[in-house]
């Protein structure tokens, strides 16, 4: 994990990406659907290691929304992810540069299981694509360090899209932003490869499913239905969703 440095601070173009992109995420309408909100980082009941997963092109808003979470953001290695490792750090979130799979194990198990709690924060499409496809790295992590998943839907109103591989999502001001969290998926402990396979297809179509939902609700075509209330940021009463009323 990267050790505090105070030289990238001052990076005037750093902290002006910051400064725009915390004041522009504040003018959104925000809300959440929890499946259970006790895998929330910031619900008291979160007191195990959790490894989170949503697709890169969202990056953004959990960036934002969640900035200064006990979360460890995954990073490339690849030069492309410098910034992004900058920033995220600007916002108050650790660090690990490297892999999901096989070689990153070792650093990784250190941390989740160190004095302090740790979650995990992982793109599972990242960095390079293809869009909305999951790799068998945070799977396999899971396994390995008997940490569950947690997949994480999120969707905007008629977001822009930049012409990246990722379609990278930027929401107007002032519109809707939603999220929707999915049940903890726990994957068996030093699983083989069949078992780790069968989970990443599980895993990537419960996120697909998820991100569909977070995007048609904040586009207006749909809602929960009146008898699960929706919960803004910070309230962690317990919400069942009801996926076909959803829908």
Known sequence: MRSFDPGWLGSPATWITTT???????????????YDPKVDPFHPACTKPVIYLFWHEYLLCPLIIRAGSPMVLVVSRHRDAEILDRIARRLGFATVRGSTGR?????????????????????????RGPRRTMAGGAVYLASRLGVPLVP??????????????????????GTRARCVVGPAVHVPPEADRKVL???????????????????????????????????????????????????
Request: hydrophobic fraction near 40%; proline fraction near 7%; glycine fraction near 8%.
């Open 20 to 34: 725009v992109a915390r004041l522009w995420m504040k003018t959104l309408h925000y809300r959440v659907a929890y």
């Open 103 to 127: 070689g990153g194990t070792a650093a990784l198990l250190q941390l989740v299981r160190g004095e302090a709690l740790r979650h995990l924060a992982i793109t599972p499409d990242g960095p």
């Open 197 to 247: 396979e069968e989970y990443r297809t599980r895993v990537a179509s419960i996120l697909n499913d998820l991100t569909t939902l977070a995007e048609e609700w904040a586009a207006g075509k749909a809602e929960p239905s009146d008898s699960f209330p929706i919960l803004s940021r910070g309230d962690f009463r317990r919400l069942w969703l009801s996926w076909n009323d959803a829908r």
């Open 152 to 173: 994480l839907g999120f969707g905007y109103d008629r977001p822009w899209r930049a012409p990246t591989w990722d379609r990278f999502a930027i929401p107007k001001p």
